[in-house]
């Protein structure tokens, strides 16, 4: 199977600007989670969407939001971004609720910068 | 509250000798537990899982990791560092409420020749 794929992989954006940012999931896994990683901050939990619906949602502003598609596809969108946006933008995907429901497979991320 | 503490930020080990990360975790019912791995630049990958049964899981690249619950701990061990291995290793507990899995800071794995 493939694995989780993102894109871009890399991105220069100038303040003030929007970003779109995509995943799509490892086939068969209904459940994304987007995570924002930077050096000081480590792992930061962004949202989870699971049949096209949020389940949960961290401490971020309301700049940051997302969306998953019927095809399990997710894209996060920040706008009016800002310097501390530079990060790297992980997303992970899990299989159907089950045991293996929590397991996550990540992709390669996204690595943002704002100048 | 839900939390992941590892405590050593990074680790140097020599090549060919043993390894643990320590994993202490807060929980309040039976915790499905995990460890990544993530080399510089790429996402992380699952290590090993711990769901229920026996307390020593094996995981993959030859480590293992034991958990205890009297102790709240969830170690990862390998009993010979491969200068591959340099890294930094995630623990995380899940799922929180609102299915969220929760990562410890990491730890970063040194390995000097």
């Known amino acids: 199977k493939a694995g989780v794929t993102q894109t871009p992989r890399y991105l220069i954006k100038t303040r003030g600007q929007q970003v779109t940012l995509s995943c799509s999931p490892i086939s068969g896994h209904r459940s994304v989670s987007w995570y924002q990683q930077t050096p000081g901050q480590g792992l930061q939990f962004l949202f989870e969407?699971?049949?096209?619906?949020?389940?949960n949602k961290g401490n971020f502003p309301g700049r940051f939001s997302g969306r998953q598609f019927s095809n399990s596809r997710s894209e996060m969108n920040v706008s009016t971004l800002e310097l501390g946006d530079s990060a790297l933008y992980l997303c992970?995907?899990?299989?159907?609720?089950?045991?293996?429901?929590?397991?996550?497979?990540f992709g390669p991320g996204t690595r943002l910068t704002v100048t | 509250a839900q939390s992941v503490t590892q405590p050593d930020i990074h680790i140097t080990v020599s090549e060919g000798a043993s390894l643990e990360l320590r994993c202490n975790y807060s929980y309040g019912a039976t915790p499905y537990l995990f460890w990544y791995v993530q080399s510089p630049g790429q996402g992380l990958q699952l290590l090993l899982k711990y769901f229920s049964g026996d307390t020593l899981v094996q995981g993959i690249k030859g480590f293992e990791a034991e958990f205890k619950r009297s102790q709240s701990s969830f170690n990862l061990r390998k009993p010979s560092v491969h200068w591959s291995d340099a890294a930094e290793y995630f623990c995380?507990?899940?799922?929180?409420?609102?299915?969220?899995?929760?990562f410890g800071a990491g730890t970063r794995l040194f390995v000097k020749a």
């Open positions: 992970a995907s899990s299989p159907a609720p089950g045991q293996g429901a929590y397991e996550q497979y």
């Open positions: 969407y699971f049949s096209e619906t949020q389940r």
């Open positions: 995380a507990v899940g799922p929180t409420g609102g299915f969220k899995t929760i």
